[in-house]
């Protein structure tokens, strides 16, 4: 799996600041989706299994995660 994740196509959302504080995602050949902090590209990475990704990313579009 680290080569998978070293040798990814890495991409953050149009909407990043110019900070560059946000996260990278990288769909990898197996099928699962690697998450990293863009400031630390060499540090862990988070992996998810499809279902979980999907599963995280609709509770991020419907607000599941926003700060009160």
Not at 8 to 26: D, H, L, M, P, R
Not at 34 to 49: Q, T, Y
Request: glycine share 12%; proline share 6%.
């Amino acid at each position: 799996m680290n080569n998978e994740l070293s040798v990814a196509n890495w991409f953050k959302s149009t909407y990043s600041q110019a900070q560059g504080e946000c996260v990278e995602i990288a769909f990898l050949g197996s099928g699962e989706i690697g998450v990293r902090d863009s400031k630390n590209p060499d540090g862990p990475a988070h992996v998810f299994a499809p279902g979980a990704w999907d599963i995280f990313f609709t509770g991020v579009q419907d607000g599941t995660f926003d700060r009160p």
